[in-house]
């Protein structure tokens, strides 16, 4: 059996060359695509950080609180990347607090629909010097990580009809920050070595793609994308 295809006529073409600019537009204009900021400072040296994290960062620069992912942490499928640029002191040290999207304590999402789930995490960053754009440093198994809220302890949690935090195996393993961990001077010899994770293994999308990374950047987490919901992740760069 053949098809016959019929050409498309002038209408078809603008509504198709239409369509097009519309999505093109749409795209561009998102605001959780690639959010970008200056954030002044009175380093010697300008930076350029690039960043893209599922689901949400806090940076911290030479102990200090510096920016914030710009979409709420509790927004559903939050895929953005910033870019942000500062003036530091070299070698300076970075600290991230990354988190993955959960509801409650059981660490899963869409709780009590037919998406229940664990999700998953991962994170990339450079750091470019903005005035000679040297690379100053890349995400890395380097960098050191610490847990915080490991859960669930089970994966069964994730097919419970009514999963309760801190019950069976909706448990959790959760700790506090340890005090100064984004100081320069903490002791952090006692911290795992970042996780290296795959694209193919995060599946990085929505402003992933709008940053051209060197090729030395690693998506990094700690050791479980599913269940290690919280992670602190720190380096000294630019030394």
Known sequence: MSITTQPKGPKMRLTLIALALTATAAHANDPRILNEAALGGTGSTPVQAEIWVDNWFTLYVNGQELHSDSVAYKTERSFNAERITFNADLPMTVAFEFRDFMENDTGLEYIGTRRQQMGDGGAIAQFINASTGASLGVTNADWACKVI???????????????????GACAGEITSAPDGWTQPGFDDSGWEAATEHSESAVRPKDG???????????????????????VLC???IGG
């Open 208 to 230: 992933y793609d709008e940053i051209s990374w060197d090729r030395d950047a690693e998506i990094i987490w700690a050791e479980d994308l599913e269940r290690d919901n919280i």
């Open 234 to 236: 720190r380096a000294q």
């Open 149 to 167: 809220h490991h859960a669930p302890v089970q994966t069964s949690c994730a097919d419970e009809s009514n999963p309760q935090a801190g019950v």
